[in-house]
């Protein structure tokens, strides 16, 4: 359970956290549209990709998606992180966190983890114990701009 100060009140965010089930279309859809990430046209694909994911955990809190996130891996030697994101509105409040530290524990053994962050997000990977990846470049072919 989360406890979230304001002003004049104590906001309580009880957070359930729930490993490889995908959430239905609808919802993975308003999560991405809130982010404005292009994922969020293609929601069949998207659905199947994260299904398809090696591990998946996501975050509701009552019934509302509020997080996500996803790892593609060969299970002994890399692991990428495709996708990690919180709704605008929850941001802040220790989601990220809660996923990615469940994440780094089941595959602690592995050799290499990889993601690619756009620039906002880097000092929070940076929180959690990711650095830049030494002289590499990240390179890619996409569809999707720049999300
Ligand atoms: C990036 C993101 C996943 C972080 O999740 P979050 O729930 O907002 O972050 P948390 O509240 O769990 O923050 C955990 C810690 O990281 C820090 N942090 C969070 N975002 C940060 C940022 N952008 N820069 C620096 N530090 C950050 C917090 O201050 C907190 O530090 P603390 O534990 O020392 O207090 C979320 O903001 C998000 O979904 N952003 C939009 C999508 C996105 O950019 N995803 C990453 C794509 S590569």
Redesign the pocket.
């Known amino acids: 359970m989360l406890v979230t100060e304001r002003t004049n009140e104590v906001q309580i965010m009880s957070i359930r956290y729930v490993e490889g089930i995908v959430p239905d279309q609808e919802a993975l859809v308003a999560l991405y549209s809130a982010?404005g990430w292009s994922s969020a046209k293609k929601p069949i694909q998207l659905a199947a990709a994260l299904g398809n994911s090696d591990h998946l955990i996501v975050a509701y809190e009552g019934d509302r998606l509020v997080?996500l996130a996803n790892a593609i891996s060969d299970g002994h030697l890399v692991v990428y992180y495709p996708h990690?994101?919180?709704e605008p509105e929850?941001?802040?409040?220790?989601?990220?966190?809660?996923l990615m530290t469940r994440m780094l524990k089941k595959y602690k053994h592995v050799h290499q983890h990889m993601?690619?962050?756009?620039a906002?997000?880097?000092?929070?990977y940076k929180?959690v114990g990711f650095e830049k990846a030494g002289t590499t470049i990240p390179m890619w072919i996409y569809e999707g701009g720049d999300t």
């Open positions: 982010n997080g990690l994101l919180v929850t941001q802040g409040k220790g989601v990220g966190l809660a993601l690619t962050a756009v906002d997000a880097v000092g929070f929180r």
